[in-house]
């Protein structure tokens, strides 16, 4: 049996740089958006071409902060589902699988052509900062989209959304606009595990280059302090 070997063609950057706070599904939260990118033998704008007449797109990649294993593992436990049930690993999208990758449908914002050659702005990502890419193709809805389709155990574990409050320790001026509505976001959507909950914990996340710290009870998240790493 051949051995296959593929390389990144380019890697995506946003605000978050570890994996707490990273949006469970792509289109979950729309305001989080990052920039792809590529390496210089792909900066081609030819390579291009057409794309920007497509509002989606695919994005094929790896989960490169997760390490790889020797044995083969064929059940994960979903933190959707409490972490404390099993299911097969090709029945979930858990990081945890053979060779890592990631599928991700991002809304293309932007093509921008710089001197340094294309740069692709994408929105409702699902990855961290400096994951790398290893494929682009078009969301063709026609094709991809399949309205009766069915979402097996996760029919129903739709987020409720939280209310994000901001107390008066919390500096918001260290955020532009966008990273206030895109962090807000991030954390309405309740970024901890599903079996934590703890009201007295008070939890930390990366986001850009500060630390937010914040508490949830009930219904309400309160970002509590923010605070440059």
Same mark, same amino acid.
């Given at each position: 049996m051949s051995n296959f070997q593929i390389k990144p063609i380019g890697y995506i950057y946003n605000n978050l740089p570890e994996k707490f706070g990273v *949006?469970?599904? %792509?289109?979950?939260? %729309?305001? =989080? %958006?990052?920039?792809i990118i590529l390496e210089p033998e792909y900066r081609s704008t030819n390579a291009l071409r057409g794309l920007a007449d497509f509002s989606h797109i695919w994005l094929?990649?790896? =989960? %490169?902060?997760?390490?790889?294993?020797?044995?083969? @593992? *064929?059940?994960?436990?979903?933190?959707?589902?409490?972490? @404390?049930?099993?299911?097969?690993?090709f029945a979930t999208r858990s990081p945890f699988r053979p060779n890592r990758l990631g599928l991700t449908v991002a809304k293309l914002e932007e093509i921008e052509e710089t001197d340094n050659g294309p740069v692709i702005h994408v929105s409702g990502i699902d990855m961290m900062n400096g994951t790398p890419i290893f494929d682009i193709k078009p969301y063709i809805p026609y094709a991809d989209s399949? *309205?009766?389709a069915k979402s097996g155990f996760t029919n129903g574990l739709s987020s409720k959304l939280l209310n994000v409050i901001f107390t008066e320790d919390a500096n918001q001026n260290l955020l532009s606009n966008h990273e206030l509505s895109e962090l807000t976001a991030i954390l309405s959507h309740d970024p901890r595990p599903a079996y934590q909950d703890d009201p007295e914990r008070i939890y930390g996340m990366s986001f850009k280059n500060l630390n937010i710290h914040f508490k949830i009870e009930n219904d309400n998240l309160t970002v509590i302090k923010i605070n440059e790493a």
């Amino acid at each position: 049996m051949s051995n296959f070997q593929i390389k990144p063609i380019g890697y995506i950057y946003n605000n978050l740089p570890e994996k707490f706070g990273v *949006p469970r599904q %792509s289109g979950v939260i %729309s305001e =989080f %958006s990052g920039t792809i990118i590529l390496e210089p033998e792909y900066r081609s704008t030819n390579a291009l071409r057409g794309l920007a007449d497509f509002s989606h797109i695919w994005l094929i990649w790896q =989960f %490169s902060k997760v390490p790889e294993v020797d044995e083969f @593992n *064929p059940t994960v436990r979903p933190p959707r589902l409490g972490g @404390n049930e099993r299911m097969g690993v090709f029945a979930t999208r858990s990081p945890f699988r053979p060779n890592r990758l990631g599928l991700t449908v991002a809304k293309l914002e932007e093509i921008e052509e710089t001197d340094n050659g294309p740069v692709i702005h994408v929105s409702g990502i699902d990855m961290m900062n400096g994951t790398p890419i290893f494929d682009i193709k078009p969301y063709i809805p026609y094709a991809d989209s399949i *309205p009766q389709a069915k979402s097996g155990f996760t029919n129903g574990l739709s987020s409720k959304l939280l209310n994000v409050i901001f107390t008066e320790d919390a500096n918001q001026n260290l955020l532009s606009n966008h990273e206030l509505s895109e962090l807000t976001a991030i954390l309405s959507h309740d970024p901890r595990p599903a079996y934590q909950d703890d009201p007295e914990r008070i939890y930390g996340m990366s986001f850009k280059n500060l630390n937010i710290h914040f508490k949830i009870e009930n219904d309400n998240l309160t970002v509590i302090k923010i605070n440059e790493a």
